[in-house]
């Protein structure tokens, strides 16, 4: 794997208390247990789509149409709206609301589904939390918007108060979601992935809420902490907060389109070695690479970081990676475009060995940088 020079004091993502290498393999336990239990299904007459193992959402056979869920929660962020409030005054909890939605309808479309019905999870870590009304008004106010934006239903959710398990004063987010795939031949998961195909990445708006434990780190180092002003003059806090981009709006624009992406991947924790979580090995080849948002630069350089580091562990400008046809490259981008998200040819899949080259910084993953399935 080349790698670019990193300073001795720069930071990586298991400095922030977050290392993959522990975390993964209860990852792969959990899937080879879960795995034992798709036959559970037979008496519903549903089955399983055993090729949803091990991607970002699971899907079932519903008969006239595939089912797909997925439950995700927003992580440490929430810390950053809290401190940087007081720099601003913004509460940040509609921006947190959308963040928090984007993790779970994000990855359920990477599985060709339309969103249909959101349930929330809020765990405050008392009762005081709800009493702050700005606050939870954002949280509400953000949380539909983001279901407008989608087009689905918010269902319902669960709002406890954990005393002792979440961090009084603070509140813990999650969200589940159901969608459908019909017709079922807009399933990703049929090995569509072929040679020649062309990798479309979508633009991401900043961190969105990957790899936020280490900027959180990075603030504790920073003489002005959350109130440093990054390169674009805004405070670094403040630029952090920036919601995550919901791109259904994008894919379900595709398929009105007749354009039918072979394969879909949310890049986010992971970083660009999320692009190869397909389960044939193929090479992904980047030569170009999408403009890094300003505040993704700031951590790189004063966290001290190679690109290794860097591209294996935030987005950099890339958040979601289409694979599709060739000839459907163009009228991809257009599309995206339209929904209001920049949009690249960026790379092409190639035969070989897995892995992500990245030709622009000289960066190369392979398949031992990424474990994700049993």
Known sequence: MASTPQRPNGLAYKDAGVDYSKIDPLKIAAQRAARATGGNLAHSGFTEIAASRGESAYVVDAGDFLLASITECLGTKVLIADATRGLTGRTYFDALAQD????????????????????????????????DAPRAQDLVNGWKAACDRCGVSWGGGETPSLGGVVEAGTIDLAASCIGIVRPKE??????????????????????HANGVSLARKLAQQLPEGYGTAIGDDRLYGDALLDPTVLYSPVTEALFAAGIQPHYIANITGHGWRKIMRHETPFTYRFRHIPPVPPVLAFIQDQAGMGDVEAYGTFNMGAGFALFVAPLDAAKTIEVAKAAGVEAWNAGVVEAGPKQVIIEPIGVTYTADDMHLRA
Not at 116 to 122: C, E, N
Not at 186 to 207: E, F, H, M, P, Q
Request: no cysteine; charged share 15%.
């Open 100 to 131: 928090t939605l984007a993790m779970a309808i994000n990855d359920i479309i990477t599985v060709g589904a339309t969103p249909i019905s959101v349930q929330a999870y809020w765990a405050a870590g008392s009762s005081e939390w709800f009493d």
């Open 186 to 207: 807009r399933s990703t998961l049929v090995n569509r992935l072929k040679v020649g195909d062309a990798i479309v990445l979508l633009a991401s708006s900043g961190i």
